[in-house]
RNA sequence: GGGGAGAUAGUCAAGUGGCCAACGACAACAGACUGUAAAUCUGUCCUCUUACGAGUUCCAAGGUUCGAAUCCUUGUCUCCCCA
């Protein structure tokens, strides 16, 4: 199955310029995605472009990703509604590594000519003064070509800054540079990215008479068309600091039916068949989950690695699988291991002497919840479990609810765990 | 430049002197049912609080009034129509 086709049926390919199957049905090319270095760490959103890069060379072709340095420093104004604060050098600079780190997991940098690699459009941009930009790269194209891009256009309302014209075009040099110096016939992102794409194009044809191609992909969506990727915790990162493996794991784990087939399709290298397999199975026994765990642990082990999967596979079933009886088997090791720092609160041994309020407990001594209003009504709504059995408000905590005279397993609803831990 | 409409909680959106912490819808969170799913039903949903209650809200600042999201003044911003 060639790429493009590939594409198609995962239901990623959003637009692609004429000719391109063609081209790469019949040769190597190399193509490139670029990265906006907005955060210290990818997210998972990014991730599905750092897999078609990672498909595309699956396919024999030579992937490159390009880490913004340049463009980073103006700011990419495509879907965004108001004009963005400017990062400065040394954030971009810091982000981008970061960002380079995670992206080298995914591809091969060595496997010959197809081998991948990561550029940083800094490097051609640096001694390119301001100048020279405008008369060599400017003249090529009119204003009124950039005035009719989708995210100028949204912009006209509430103003736009020159900087945030001008990334168009920093962009579209990226192209015609890398067309130019790398051989890169085609450029691949996101469906918003379709305009900034096409002007690259149309400085190669400009400037030097050339032809190069553009490929978009669908933007990866919630079922319901809302954003994907954010949790009640904010965004799932790549970056196990910011996003533990755990919560990694149990992000994919937690999705839809709907969800997890079409995100199967965008996040997996799994090929038709053998998700077509998992698809049957999971739908012929759905309680097993199986198809959101295929997902789940393929992405983990991608992202971070094996043993990582192992051990949120280990938590998973500490927290989910087994009852109180069994939790208690555990040693303490086993189960401060199996808590996030995160979802760990230590307290004073001598609050439970007397016994104490579950509402000061969970809203007060720990930050389970940002106050004992919201944690009253928690309780009230019954909707948490202390030791794995419903909490009420009459229900004083002593020590005798203390796991080896120290440990407290207390659920948020039916997913969310924390452990305290008394000293 | 002239004329008109509007700004209400995360979003949309009622409310036009006391019954307003403010109808309703969506989102979000929790419960039941399930499969750590969806759909459905239920509860919570400005903040804090020992279900009492307290505090701060309806663009901003002043004012009228016993009492204002609601009336008046000024300012800021948005939208529409005519030039």
């Known amino acids: 199955m060639g790429f493009v086709e590939e594409l198609r049926w995962r239901n990623l390919l959003h637009d692609i310029t004429p000719e391109?199957?063609?081209?790469?049905?019949?040769?190597?090319?190399?193509?490139?995605?670029?990265?906006?270095p907005t955060a210290d760490s990818l997210q998972v959103g990014n991730m599905s472009q750092v897999m078609t890069l990672l498909r595309f060379q699956k396919a024999g072709h030579k992937p490159i990703a390009v880490v913004g340095g340049a463009t980073g420093m103006v700011g990419d104004p495509s879907g965004k509604s108001v004009e963005r604060n400017l990062l400065t050098p040394e954030v971009v600079q810091f982000n981008l590594e970061a960002q380079k780190k995670q992206i080298a997991k995914f591809l091969d940098f060595d496997c010959g000519a197809n081998s991948a690699e990561i550029v940083n459009n800094y490097d051609w941009f640096k001694n390119?003064?301001?100048?020279?930009?405008?008369?060599?790269?400017?003249?090529h194209i009119t204003v009124n070509y950039m005035l009719a891009k989708d995210s100028v256009q949204n912009r006209l309302e509430n103003g736009m800054s020159f900087t945030e014209f001008s990334y168009q075009l920093v962009q579209g040099y990226d192209f015609y540079w890398l067309w130019k110096h790398k051989g890169v016939k085609l450029q691949m992102g996101g469906s918003d990215q379709w305009g900034n794409i096409v002007t690259g194009t149309e400085l190669i044809r400009r400037i030097e008479g050339g032809s190069a191609h553009a490929l978009t992909t669908q933007l990866v969506k919630k079922a319901d068309g809302t954003k994907f990727g954010k949790t009640e915790g904010g965004a799932i990162w790549l970056d196990p600091k910011k996003t533990s493996p755990y919560k990694f794991y149990q992000f994919w784990v937690n999705t839809s039916d709907l969800e997890a087939a079409m995100h199967i399709r965008t996040f997996s290298m799994k090929n038709k068949e053998e998700i077509e397999a998992i698809e049957k199975e999971h739908n012929e026994a759905p309680h097993l989950r199986k198809l959101q765990k295929a997902l789940a642990e393929e992405v983990t082990v991608r992202v971070h690695s094996e043993e990582a999967l192992k051990r949120a596979l280990e938590t998973t079933e500490i927290l989910f699988g087994s009852s109180f009886e069994e939790f208690k088997k555990l040693d303490g090791e086993e189960i401060e291991g199996a808590f996030d720092s995160d979802v760990t609160y230590r307290v004073s041994k001598e609050i439970f002497l007397?016994?104490?309020?579950?509402?000061?407990?969970?809203?007060?001594?720990?930050?389970?919840?940002?106050?004992?209003?919201?944690?009253?009504?928690?309780?009230?709504?019954?909707?948490?479990?202390?030791?794995?059995?419903?909490?009420?408000?009459?229900?004083?905590?002593?020590?005798?609810?203390?796991?080896?005279?120290?440990?407290?397993?207390?659920?948020?609803?039916?997913n969310k765990h924390f452990l305290i831990i008394a000293n």
């Open 20 to 36: 391109t199957e063609e081209l790469l049905n019949k040769e190597m090319v190399t193509a490139y995605i670029g990265f906006d």
């Open 128 to 139: 390119f003064s301001f100048l020279e930009f405008i008369r060599d790269v400017g003249k």
């Open 354 to 414: 007397n016994g104490t309020e579950p509402v000061g407990l969970l809203g007060a001594d720990t930050q389970i919840f940002p106050s004992k209003g919201e944690a009253r009504k928690t309780i009230q709504g019954n909707g948490v479990s202390l030791n794995k059995e419903k909490l009420n408000l009459e229900r004083k905590i002593s020590a005798d609810d203390l796991l080896y005279g120290k440990y407290l397993l207390v659920q948020k609803g039916k």
